[in-house]
């Protein structure tokens, strides 16, 4: 690797090597596991809609309930439609706020064994390694995809609430509204890459703390990467959907600029 991408972490490998795994990906065969996370969304998605139909429901009744108890309220002078119908406009709203935070992290979790194995697969087409399948290690590495990615989904949501505290202070609001936005953006894409990452340190036996260090070391390696998937989560009514097919791509990429750092690309490496 020259000076210039160990300098910069790595963004140069994590860029280039996002937009090679889409050849790679259609080139060896690999392309219909696009079907599945995109299965996955649109389940977690109608879902969402189903269940926001259930509480709207439930919570006009109870204010019906409350008011019919409380005649004399404020409230019981809104018209009961228009009261009906903003429920289910905040409801939607906060829906879309939270699908839109943490989407990522819920295919990430329910697609930790696929990924898993893709992120082996590819590993295995380009360098020709082969990793013997142990059922028992096929567990650990979907948990620690589990774990890693509740972490990072705990992290950026006290980096979240910091932000917005501190876009409500007075007289600097107008200073660390638009930091906040941006600081944001660099933390969701360097915590998703991370976890695109961290399968490549799994399979190579790195614990924990070893991949945390790694990553660090490469961080605009996982700023690129995850940057890219997360690009497509915030595109306007077709983003989470289009999120699943770029999740796919960013393991891709994910495991071949891993396999072009040292630790790596060494003969010599730790799952030998």
């Known amino acids: 690797m020259n000076h210039r991408n160990?300098?910069?972490?790595?963004?140069?490998?994590?860029?280039?090597?996002?937009?090679?795994?889409?050849?790679?990906?259609?080139?060896h065969g690999l392309a219909w596991v696009f079907l599945i996370p995109l299965a996955i969304s649109m389940v977690l998605y109608f879902s969402g809609f189903t269940f926001i139909e259930w509480a709207s429901g439930?919570?006009?009744?109870?204010?019906?309930?409350?008011?019919?108890?409380?005649?004399?309220?404020?409230?019981?002078?809104?018209?009961?439609s228009f009261l009906s119908g903003l429920i289910k406009v905040l409801l939607h709203l906060l829906f879309f706020l939270l699908f839109s935070m943490y989407s990522g992290y819920l295919?990430?979790?329910?697609?930790?064994?696929?990924?898993?194995?893709l992120s082996e697969k590819t590993d295995e087409i380009e360098t020709g390694r082969k990793y013997p399948f142990h059922f028992s290690q096929f567990l650990k590495d979907i948990w620690r995809g589990i774990t890693i990615a509740l972490r990072n989904m705990f992290y950026q949501t006290l980096i979240f609430l910091l932000v917005l505290i501190a876009s409500f202070l007075p007289v600097i609001s107008f200073v660390t509204a638009p930091v906040g936005v941006i600081i944001l953006f660099v933390v969701s894409s360097y915590f998703y890459g991370f976890?695109?990452?961290?399968?490549?340190?799994e399979r190579h036996l790195f614990n924990t703390r070893e991949s945390v260090n790694l990553i660090?070391?490469?961080?605009?390696?996982?700023?690129?990467?995850?940057?890219?998937?997360?690009?497509?989560?915030n595109i306007p009514f077709c983003g989470v959907f289009l999120s699943t097919f770029a999740s796919i791509v960013a393991v891709v990429g994910a495991t071949l600029a891993m396999n072009e750092i040292s630790e790596f690309n060494n003969p010599v490496s730790k799952n030998k």
């Open 6 to 27: 160990i300098s910069l972490g790595g963004f140069g490998l994590g860029f280039k090597n996002y937009f090679r795994a889409f050849s790679f990906i259609f080139n």
């Open 58 to 80: 439930w919570i006009n009744d109870t204010v019906d309930a409350w008011l019919a108890s409380n005649p004399e309220s404020w409230i019981s002078k809104i018209t009961p």
């Open 216 to 233: 660090r070391k490469y961080k605009g390696m996982a700023i690129a990467n995850g940057a890219l998937f997360f690009n497509h989560l």
């Open 195 to 201: 976890v695109y990452m961290d399968y490549n340190c």
């Open 107 to 117: 295919v990430l979790i329910f697609l930790s064994p696929l990924f898993a194995w």
